[in-house]
C-alpha cells in the first residue's frame, strides 16, 4: 500500500513570488507520481507526472516538480506565481506499471495555494 | 478526444432518500473507471473502480453502490442517505489495463445531504 504526505495544508505567497509544495511518499514497491490542481467547484486538473527516466518534470502552467528517491518526495515548484495560481494543489501515488492495482490513486490531503496581490 | 461527464452538477437531498449519479466517458474504450469522495477539508478517498462492465471493486465499506451497466457509464447509488454523505463526487477515467493509469477527472457533482 502507498501512502502521500503533504506537509503543508495552505501556502500563503506574494505575486510574482516563487513557491514550493512538499509532498512525500511511501510505498514498498514503484511507483508512478502525479500532481494535479483543483480550482473551485470544479474537478481536478492533471499538472505533471512523473513516470520513468528524468527525475525533473515539467507540466502546464509553467509548474516543475522533481522526483528524489531517496527522500521519497517530489515536490511541486514554481519560479514566480500569479493570481490565477491560487487553488488547491494533489499529490498522487498509484503503483507503477505491471502491478494489479489498476491504476488506482491516493492522494495526500491537499495544499491551498493562495497568491495575493 | 475523450470527455468524461458527470450529472447533476449539484444535488440537495434529505436524509433517508436514495441517490443516484452518473459519469459517462466518450471517446474511448474499455476505460477503468473510478469514483472518488471529497469531503470538506479532507483529501480525495476512493470508493469503487471498475476495470469492465459488471466488474466493481468497493475500497471503502459505506452506504454506497456502483454500477457499471455500459462500457463508458458508471453509476453511484445509494438506497438511504446519510448526513455524512455530502461531499463533492468525482468520477474519473483511465486507460484500460494495468499499464501507465493516468487518471481524468470529471466535473464533480456536489451533493448536499439535510
Known amino acids: 500500500a502507498q501512502s502521500v504526505t503533504q506537509l503543508d495544508s495552505q501556502v500563503p505567497v506574494f505575486e510574482e513570488a516563487p513557491v514550493e509544495l512538499r509532498c512525500n511518499y511511501s510505498s514498498s514497491v514503484s511507483v508512478y507520481l502525479f500532481w494535479y490542481v483543483q480550482y473551485p467547484n470544479q474537478g481536478l486538473q492533471l499538472l505533471l507526472k512523473?513516470?520513468?527516466?528524468?527525475?525533473l518534470v515539467k507540466g502546464i502552467n509553467g509548474f516543475e516538480a522533481e522526483f528524489n528517491k531517496s527522500q521519497t518526495s517530489f515536490h511541486l515548484r514554481k519560479p514566480s506565481v500569479h493570481i490565477s495560481d491560487t487553488a488547491e494543489y494533489f499529490c498522487?501515488?498509484?503503483?507503477?506499471?505491471?502491478?494489479?492495482?489498476?491504476?488506482?490513486?491516493?492522494f495526500g490531503q491537499g495544499t491551498i495555494l493562495t497568491v495575493h496581490p | 478526444s475523450q470527455t468524461i461527464h458527470q450529472w447533476p452538477a449539484t444535488l440537495v437531498q434529505p436524509v433517508g432518500s436514495p441517490l443516484s449519479l452518473e459519469c459517462t466517458v466518450e471517446?474511448?474504450?474499455?476505460?477503468?473507471l473510478y469514483w472518488y469522495r471529497q469531503a470538506a477539508g479532507r483529501g480525495l478517498q476512493l470508493l469503487f473502480y471498475?476495470?469492465?462492465?459488471?466488474?466493481i471493486s468497493s475500497e471503502v465499506p459505506q452506504n454506497l453502490s456502483a454500477s457499471r451497466p455500459q462500457d463508458r457509464q458508471f453509476i453511484l447509488s445509494s438506497k438511504k442517505l446519510l448526513l455524512s454523505d455530502s461531499g463533492f463526487y468525482l468520477c474519473a477515467w483511465s486507460a484500460p489495463g494495468t499499464g501507465v493509469a493516468t487518471q481524468y477527472f470529471g466535473p464533480g457533482t456536489r451533493l448536499l445531504v439535510l
Open positions: 471498475s476495470v469492465g462492465i459488471g466488474q
Open positions: 512523473y513516470l520513468s527516466g528524468s527525475t
Open positions: 498522487a501515488v498509484s503503483e507503477a506499471a505491471g502491478g494489479t492495482s489498476y491504476g488506482k490513486l491516493t
Open positions: 471517446g474511448t474504450s474499455n476505460p477503468n
